[in-house]
């Protein structure tokens, strides 16, 4: 029986990590979920989890000393999976102490506590030795590596060498933006306080290996979208906007690209990294599904379109007309600052050394989520209730 300590599961990725693990390991795993339930976490995205007799919540935050090592008392807790972060890197821009104390100093009272209730005297090199089996796992994001150039203004098509080819397998007309990728060998150049945030915590999880030998492991995905995304995000965002006849608001030209992954092809990576990751490495996750904002904006507009036309039972969800839905809706605001311009990430080391690749092509991974958004209204209007509001007004108000 392995016992997961995964912090942040009320959010995003987490919550999907624990709906991933329950349903493939059933009854041979142990989940406790840690979480401060921010803005950016809703028990009820776990709620069916929650109901099974192997799977508990602990509400607290990351950076209490006391919650975390009660826990660790409690539980001989085997790994832990850090998903708990400010994530959002708007809200870095307004508010950045947030992120450091969160992101830094909340890994840190982790893996502090991970290092006390793991510690087992010496390995035969005299360095300090850790109970059997036991990993820390730190979720990070590419951002950490900063900004990619832009090469080519349309997508040309991708070239992957031989090594890579066979777990592409079956994926057609990859292309790209530009000639560099990130891999874990580019250097950390983080250019947001909320990517600064993240760099820091990963470099403070690496200070715990190399000088504690404790043992520990890094993946930095590209940009996620699935279900349970907070429609703070681009993806969520713009179709919780469209059927609510609000305008679409595109950063700049809308030229930056990101690498889009769905979010389950992230969970089977991060339970490779767990299972079979060697202690003390980085793993980079991504998509190989560079695509710029602008086009990710029309694409679901095109495709809420279709689903409403072709299934008129959705139409009642529509707070404006069915032909309002169309290019007009996109309005260019004001950049974000220091946007950084592209992501892309080069998987070939968790392809190779560990036989992960991305599953879900783009196409069907955003019918996916827009049918999941479609589908689960009542839980995009618990969470755009209060608050979301207010921010919304804030941060697009006067842009
Ligand atoms: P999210 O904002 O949806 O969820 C964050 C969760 O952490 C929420 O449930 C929140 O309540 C919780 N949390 C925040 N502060 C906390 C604290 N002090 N103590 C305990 N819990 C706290 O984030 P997400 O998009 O699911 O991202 C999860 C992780 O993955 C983050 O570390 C993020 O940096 C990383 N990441 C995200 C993406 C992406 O595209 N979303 C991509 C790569 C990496
Ligand atoms: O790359 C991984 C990162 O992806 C994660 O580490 C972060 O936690 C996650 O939030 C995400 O960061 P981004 O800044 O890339 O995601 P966001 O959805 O905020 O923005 C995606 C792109 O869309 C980005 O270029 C900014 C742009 N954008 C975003 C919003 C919210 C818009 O044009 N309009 C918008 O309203």
Same mark, same amino acid.
């Given at each position: 029986m392995i016992t997961?300590?995964?912090?942040?599961a009320a959010g995003f990725i987490g919550s999907n990590f624990v709906k991933y693990i329950t349903s493939k390991y059933g009854n041979d795993i142990k989940v406790i979920v840690l979480d401060a339930l921010t803005y950016a976490g809703n028990i009820?995205?776990?709620?069916?989890?929650?109901?099974?007799?192997?799977?508990?919540?602990?509400?607290?935050?990351?950076?209490?000393?006391?919650?975390?090592?009660?826990?660790?008392?409690?539980?001989?807790?085997?790994?832990?999976?850090?998903?708990?972060?400010?994530?959002?890197?708007?809200?870095?821009?307004?508010?950045?102490?947030?992120?450091?104390?969160?992101?830094?100093?909340?890994?840190?009272?982790?893996?502090?506590?991970?290092?006390?209730?793991?510690?087992?005297g010496k390995d035969d090199t005299g360095k300090p030795a850790y109970k059997k089996g036991k990993k820390y796992l730190q979720i990070s994001t590419d951002e950490v590596y900063g900004s990619l150039e832009k090469d080519f203004d349309e997508a040309q098509p991708l070239h992957v060498d031989d090594e890579l080819k066979q777990v592409i397998e079956g994926r057609h007309n990859l292309t790209t933006f530009g000639k560099k990728f990130f891999t874990e060998e580019t250097p950390l150049s983080p250019r947001s306080p909320y990517s600064a945030s993240k760099t820091s915590a990963d470099m403070i999880a690496m200070a715990y290996h190399h000088t504690y030998n404790f043992p520990v492991n890094i993946t930095r995905c590209s940009n996620n979208y699935g279900p349970y995304h907070f429609p703070e995000?681009?993806?969520?965002?713009?179709?919780?906007?469209?059927?609510?006849?609000?305008?679409?608001?595109?950063?700049?030209?809308?030229?930056?690209?990101?690498?889009?992954?769905?979010?389950?092809?992230?969970?089977?990576?991060?339970?490779?990294?767990?299972?079979?990751?060697?202690? $003390?490495?980085?793993?980079?996750?991504?998509?190989?599904n560079e695509e710029s904002n602008i086009n990710i904006v029309k694409l679901i507009i095109d495709t809420i379109a279709r689903i409403m036309r072709e299934e008129p039972k959705y139409q009642?969800?529509?707070?404006?007309?069915?032909?309002?839905?169309?290019?007009?809706?996109?309005?260019?605001?004001?950049?974000?600052?220091?946007?950084?311009?592209?992501?892309?990430?080069?998987?070939?080391?968790?392809?190779?050394?560990? $036989?992960?690749?991305?599953?879900?092509?783009?196409?069907?991974?955003?019918?996916?989520?827009?049918r999941w958004n479609l589908d689960n209204q009542q839980w995009i209007d618990d969470v755009t209730s209060g608050d979301y509001q207010k921010y919304y007004e804030q941060m697009y108000g006067n842009r």
């Open positions: 997961y300590l995964v912090t942040g009820n995205s776990i709620k069916e989890e929650l109901e099974l007799p192997n799977v508990s919540f602990v509400k607290g935050d990351i950076k209490d000393y006391c919650v975390v090592k009660e826990i660790f008392d409690d539980n001989d807790i085997d790994f832990v999976v850090n998903f708990a972060a400010e994530s959002h890197v708007d809200r870095s821009i307004e508010n950045p102490k947030l992120f450091l104390e969160t992101n830094i100093l909340g890994t840190q009272n982790l893996l502090n506590c991970a290092r006390e209730a793991w510690a087992d995000k681009l993806i969520p965002l713009v179709i919780h906007n469209i059927l609510n006849g609000k305008k679409l608001p595109v950063y700049g030209k809308g030229l930056n690209v990101r690498d889009w992954l769905y979010v389950e092809d992230h969970c089977k990576a991060i339970d490779l990294v767990l299972r079979k990751g060697k202690i $003390g490495e980085v793993y980079n996750i991504g998509g190989f009642s969800l529509l707070n404006c007309n069915l032909e309002d839905i169309n290019y007009d809706l996109i309005t260019y605001v004001t950049d974000r600052p220091g946007h950084d311009m592209r992501y892309a990430i080069d998987p070939t080391k968790i392809a190779t050394q560990l $036989g992960w690749y991305p599953e879900t092509p783009f196409t069907v991974g955003i019918e996916k989520t827009i």
